[in-house]
């Protein structure tokens, strides 16, 4: 079956610092891959995507890469700002059209 | 545009209650989803519409009922409420493919 992994939390870092928060899957085809963040008191929105190998989704600063050789999709940030203080969450739909969800990753930014 | 609107925000329920978690959509998306997230879990699907008279189980159903008679509407039930639902629901939908899915806020439900 499909799974996410990604890195426990919390992360706790000072404004500007630089945050990667890492996630392998395990799927049986060739998935799409997410990330997603909820913030304080809200539900979830979608970050950014990548649908096939060596794509690079972007938005908000953060980035993240599909790595088909690794099965990974790191979530990157250069300067962290205190508004990014979330919950962030990996994930992927194969080709049973269903999101897969890691555990989720706190972040915290301290200002 | 409301987006995905879910009520309500907080219950407490006894064991053995029942209630409905309401959900609604004004973005006449066709996919419709209810997952559960419980803490250090990640969200967990239990169940899905792919449009109105059409519903499906998802991961964890039991203890579940759902019905989509619109497409605006997608609510959740639970019959005989027990501990092992306490969790926070979240409520989401897609416009043509379960790509890019909208969340509603979320209802916490404690059951003691």
């Known amino acids: 079956g499909n799974s996410v992994t990604q890195m426990e939390g919390p992360v706790t870092l000072s404004e500007e610092a630089f945050l990667t928060i890492n996630c392998t899957y395990t799927a049986t085809g060739y998935p799409s891959l997410f990330w997603y963040v909820q913030y304080p008191g809200e539900g979830l929105q979608l970050l950014l995507k990548?649908?096939?190998?060596?794509d690079k989704g972007s938005n908000k600063g953060f980035e993240a890469t599909y790595r088909k050789e690794t099965t990974s999709f790191h979530l990157e940030k250069g300067s962290v700002q205190v508004s990014d203080s979330a919950v962030y969450f990996c994930a992927l739909i194969d080709n049973d059209y269903k999101l897969s969800f890691g555990a989720g990753t706190t972040v915290t930014v301290r200002a | 545009n409301a987006g995905v609107t879910q009520t309500p925000k907080f219950r407490i329920l006894k064991i053995g209650q029942s209630m409905t978690l309401q959900c609604t959509q004004d973005?006449?998306?066709?996919?419709m989803y209810w997952y559960r997230q419980d803490p250090g879990m990640g969200l967990k699907l239990i169940y899905y519409s792919v449009g109105a008279g059409i519903t499906d189980k998802g991961e964890v159903p039991n203890g579940y009922n759902v019905s989509r008679s619109t497409t605006e509407d997608f609510p959740l039930r639970l019959e005989l409420a027990a501990p092992s639902q306490t969790s926070v629901y979240f409520c989401?939908?897609?416009?043509?493919?379960?790509?890019?899915?909208?969340f509603g806020p979320g209802t916490r439900l404690t059951v003691t």
């Open positions: 973005m006449n998306h066709n996919y």
């Open positions: 989401a939908s897609s416009p043509f493919t379960p790509d890019e899915q909208y």
């Open positions: 990548a649908t096939k190998a060596d």
